[in-house]
């Protein structure tokens, strides 16, 4: 059975939890702190901290992991992502202080102290750059190290702003964009059975199917059968919407398709002014093309 290192608190570990439940592989654990549970009696699951678990998939502790791509890259290992999972987003930036006069890299001065949780990534763009600073290694509130003498700038996450602006610190360049990811080490693949590289693959499909379906609503209507032409192209689908008759005297003809979730409310106005009625709308759990 493949076990898959997942992270054991915060919001990587509810929306990591969220997503294997919808792919019908919920965490059955035995106790509230337990270290494994079963992922739908497919899979192991291994809870550990977010920032470890690139160490324990590089090392074979496990066969894949959930965890941001910010921690991935930060721990230098050989790993590669099998899915994008979405979820996550953030950004990894330079900031200075407000009154800093800093607005561009190139106001930072030669010898600069930056202070970071992510030592490895800080040091590579820097010197990439041609820069030369002095990396401050911190565990925890960089936001601060500016005000307090310990830093010039930062480089830290930031997600909303927020938390940048409420530290009046400005956002200068963004070092790495990170959304959470399924990993595996670099040479597992190759030299995984053709069972587990079997198991591994209806994963990465069980996963990416939710994926798809989340951005996407299955859509129905009664329209004019006049109108089909129209509609068909404001229903365009994955291969052109389903025609079904109606059994009221052939007036009216139901359409179904798949449409995008995101511009939905522009879809059911432009159905309606063709003349479309009984239009219903309902979420997909799944969507394999
Ligand atoms: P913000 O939304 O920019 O105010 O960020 C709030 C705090 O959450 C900041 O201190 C970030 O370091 C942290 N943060 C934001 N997004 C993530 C993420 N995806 N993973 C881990 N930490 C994050």
């Known amino acids: 059975m493949l076990r898959i290192a997942l992270p054991n608190k915060g919001r990587l570990s509810d929306d990591a939890r969220e997503l294997f439940g919808d792919a019908g592989l919920e965490v059955r654990s035995t106790g509230t702190r337990a270290l494994t549970a079963s992922l739908g009696g497919e899979f192991e699951a291994l809870f550990v901290r977010a920032q470890d678990i690139p160490e324990f998939v590089a090392d074979g502790a496990a066969d894949a992991g959930v965890t941001g791509w910010d921690l991935v890259c930060e721990s230098g290992r050989a790993l590669d992502t099998l899915v994008d999972l979405e979820f996550g987003r953030c950004r990894l930036v330079v900031a200075a202080r407000e009154e800093s006069g800093v607005d561009k890299l190139a106001d930072i001065a030669p010898g600069a102290r930056v202070a970071t949780v992510y030592p490895r990534l800080t040091a590579r763009y820097f010197a990439d750059r041609g ?63 053709a069972a587990r590289r079997r198991s591994m693959d209806e994963l990465t499909a069980a996963l990416t199917s939710v994926l798809r379906a989340r951005g996407k609503r299955y859509l129905m209507a009664n329209v004019p059968r006049t109108a089909l032409d129209e509609v068909t192209r404001v229903l365009p689908g994955l291969n052109g919407p389903t025609v079904i008759d109606v059994l009221n005297g052939g007036v009216h003809v139901a359409v179904h398709a798949v449409v ?30």
């Open 131 to 193: 820069s030369a600073i002095e990396v401050v290694p911190v565990s925890g509130a960089v936001e601060i190290a500016p005000h307090i003498g310990i830093a010039d700038v930062i480089v830290d996450l930031t997600s909303t702003g927020s938390t940048l602006k409420v530290n009046g610190l400005r956002e200068i360049e963004t070092v790495l964009e990170s959304t959470a990811r399924l990993f595996v080490a670099r040479d597992a693949v190759a030299s995984a059975s």
């Open 260 to 289: 995008s979730a995101s511009t939905i409310y522009r879809t059911i106005a432009e159905l309606k002014a063709l003349g479309a009625v009984g239009i219903l709308v309902t979420r997909i759990e799944r969507l394999m093309p």
